[in-house]
């Protein structure tokens, strides 16, 4: 059972290119989120997916965008990448109900130059 | 004010100590969560708990819904338990809020 694949692990860009972050659950879980990690603070949710064909912004959803392309995947998109999104990114996934244990994936780390 | 803040922010034990994190939130909550990040790797849940008190092995979690707090305690702490453990609250739709960590380093 893989869980919760992410990919890639790591990645840089120059500034103003584009990349696709891939996010694939096989948990069967409705609910998916993106989330990116900075030093010195809490992650924070950049979108995330309630169920198959529906999206929302989070905290910090400027110079992103996702697709919820199925149930099992949930991709995010930066069309031009900038310095101030050089972080690690976390996908993360929710099973049915309130209150349910979230799975992640392993990270990607992006550095734009 | 952060919405879920922990304390402390950075903890060095030696082996064998008994070990509390601590974390207080000011949002409504369905669950708390406890997670562990460890370098450079990715992140475990390693408890969710709407109330009471829950144990795995040396690791235990209680929350006081009342006073909106939470603790994780680990009892004869090793070097493998070295890691940042995340406090983060789950509302209605299971998005997470999260306090930034406490780093923890137990030294033998």
């Known amino acids: 059972n893989a869980g919760v694949t992410q990919t890639p692990k790591f990645q840089v860009l120059k500034t103003g290119q584009s990349m696709t972050l891939q996010c694939a659950q096989d948990m069967n879980h409705n609910s998916m989120y993106w989330y990116r990690q900075d030093p010195g603070m809490g992650l924070r949710l950049i979108y995330y997916?309630?169920?198959?064909?529906?999206?929302d912004k989070g905290e910090v959803p400027n110079g992103y965008n996702v697709s919820r392309l199925n149930k099992r995947e949930f991709s995010l998109r930066l069309e031009s990448a900038a310095p101030s999104q050089t972080s690690v990114y976390f996908c993360a996934s929710t099973g049915q109900g309130v209150g349910t244990e979230a799975f992640f994936g392993q990270g990607t780390r992006l550095t734009v130059v | 004010k952060n919405e879920v803040e922990q304390s402390p922010q950075n903890l060095t034990a030696q082996e064998g100590e008994f070990i509390t994190i601590n974390c207080s939130y000011s949002v409504g909550i369905s669950a708390l969560h406890w997670l562990q990040q460890h370098p450079g790797g990715g992140i475990v849940s390693l408890f969710m708990l709407s109330s009471g008190k829950k144990k795995h092995g040396r690791l235990i979690a209680t929350i006081n819904i009342q006073e909106k707090h939470s603790s994780l305690h680990i009892t004869a702490s090793h070097p493998r338990d070295s890691a940042v453990y995340i406090c983060?609250?789950?509302?209605?739709?299971?998005?997470?809020?999260f306090g930034t960590g406490t780093l923890l380093a137990v030294q033998p």
């Open positions: 997916s309630a169920s198959e064909g529906t999206t």
């Open positions: 983060a609250a789950g509302g209605a739709t299971n998005k997470l809020i």
